[in-house]
Structure formats: structure tokens, C-alpha cells
T-cell receptor, first 108, second 115 residues
Framework: GENVEQHPSTLSVQEGDSAVIKCTYS??????FPWYKQELGKRPQLIID?????GEKKDQRIAVTLNKTAKHFSLHITETQPEDSAVYFC???????FGAGTRLTVKP | GAVVSQHPSRVICKSGTSVKIECRSL??????MFWYRQFPKQSLMLMAT?????????EQGVEKDKFLINHASLTLSTLTVTSAHPEDSSFYIC???????????FGEGSRLTVL
């Protein structure tokens, strides 16, 4: 089945800096790659996703890039704010398995 | 976005009893739903994939006789934890795949505590 690896497990940045989280997947059949943000005690919320027919997608301060050949995709958050602090998960569509998560802390 | 409702949000039960958790897609039909388990500060671990009208596909290491999944309609999947034990205490969360976009929508989650 699909195996999704995510790193780093924790990431601490200063407010205003950028944050990058990376994921790799194993199954070339996966064609949909969502990123979720989970705040403490709450359900995961989709923040951005990308399909395998594009290499990059942007939504304001958030962007995702996909390299199908290398089977990896990344989440980029620019101009980070304290409210971006949460746990972020990546997933790959084939089997909908999640990465281990990245705890992002944005220090004011 | 689409809405997935999960019930109950919290349940406390005695060891040896069974607990049923419901997952409903409120405004779309979901042929596929997923059940996850999440321990504190850990990731979402896929337990099983629930397909409407057929048997669920369980992940390796998940006991199908302990975690019974039923997906009898396009809007409802249930997870029954049978003969629950304290080690089954966890946060269980379901998700449903919306057909057109393929996007996954999550329920609110159910926190199970087995005494």
C-alpha cells in the first residue's frame, strides 16, 4: 500500500518567516495530494491540495509543489503568523494514508 | 464545503461493552469513507476503508472482528468497537470522500474512554 513520509516532525519559526514541510509517497498511482491543518482537539481541515497534472498551486500565503518523478510534494507557508501554529498533515490519494504530521510553532 | 457529522463526540464505557460510532455525510453521497484512529500528539492512522454496499478493507494489524464497520448507505458508515478494553481508548475520526472533487471531509471525531 501507499507509504507517506513527512518531515520535519516539529518546526519552529519566527513570525513573518517562511515554513516548508515536505512529504514523500511511494505509490505512483496516487494523483491527489491534500494538506490538512489540525488544531488541538479539532478535526483536520483542508488547507490546500494539488493534483498530479500540475506542479504548483498557490492560495495567498500557502503554496504546494509536486514533483511526480521524485514522488515528493511540499507545503510552503510564507509570512507566517501565530495563528498558523498547528499540526499539519499531508496525505496521498491512493489509500488516503497520512504522513506523521508536523507541529508548526510560529513565535511572535 | 461538504459536511460530515460524527456522533457521539465523546463516549465513556465500561470494559467489555460495545460502542457504536456513526459517520454521516450530510450534503453529499459518499461511496467511500475512511476510519482513522489518533493517539495524543500522533498522526491519523488509517484503520479501514469503508465502501458502500461491500465489506470494509482493513489495514494490516487492525482486527476486523473487533472493529466492525458497516456502510449500508451512501451517507452513513458506522464503526462498532466490540468488547472494548482500556487500550481501545482513543480519538476515532471518520472521513468521507466527495465524489466530484475527491476531497476528503472529516467528521468531528469521537473520543472513546474505556474504563
Amino acid at each position: 500500500g501507499e507509504n507517506v513520509e513527512q518531515h520535519p516532525s516539529t518546526l519552529s519559526v519566527q513570525e513573518g518567516d517562511s515554513a516548508v514541510i515536505k512529504c514523500t509517497y511511494s505509490d505512483s498511482a496516487s494523483n491527489y495530494f491534500p494538506w490538512y491543518k489540525q488544531e488541538l482537539g479539532k478535526r483536520p481541515q483542508l488547507i490546500i491540495d494539488i493534483r498530479s497534472n500540475v506542479g504548483e498551486k498557490k492560495d495567498q500565503r500557502i503554496a504546494v509543489t509536486l514533483n511526480k518523478t521524485a514522488k515528493h510534494f511540499s507545503l510552503h507557508i510564507t509570512e507566517t503568523q501565530p495563528e498558523d501554529s498547528a499540526v499539519y498533515f499531508c496525505a496521498a490519494s491512493h489509500g488516503m494514508r497520512f504522513g506523521a504530521g508536523t507541529r508548526l510553532t510560529v513565535k511572535p | 464545503g461538504a459536511v460530515v457529522s460524527q456522533h457521539p463526540s465523546r463516549v465513556i464505557c465500561k470494559s467489555g461493552t460495545s460502542v457504536k460510532i456513526e459517520c454521516r455525510s450530510l450534503d453529499f453521497q459518499a461511496t467511500t469513507m475512511f476510519w482513522y484512529r489518533q493517539f495524543p500528539k500522533q498522526s491519523l492512522m488509517l484503520m479501514a476503508t469503508s465502501n458502500e454496499g461491500s465489506k470494509a478493507t482493513y489495514e494490516q494489524g487492525v482486527e476486523k472482528d473487533k472493529f466492525l464497520i458497516n456502510h449500508a448507505s451512501l451517507t452513513l458508515s458506522t464503526l462498532t468497537v466490540t468488547s472494548a478494553h482500556p487500550e481501545d481508548s482513543s480519538f476515532y475520526i471518520c472521513s468521507a470522500r466527495e465524489g466530484a472533487s475527491g476531497e476528503l471531509f472529516f467528521g468531528e471525531g469521537s473520543r472513546l474512554t474505556v474504563l
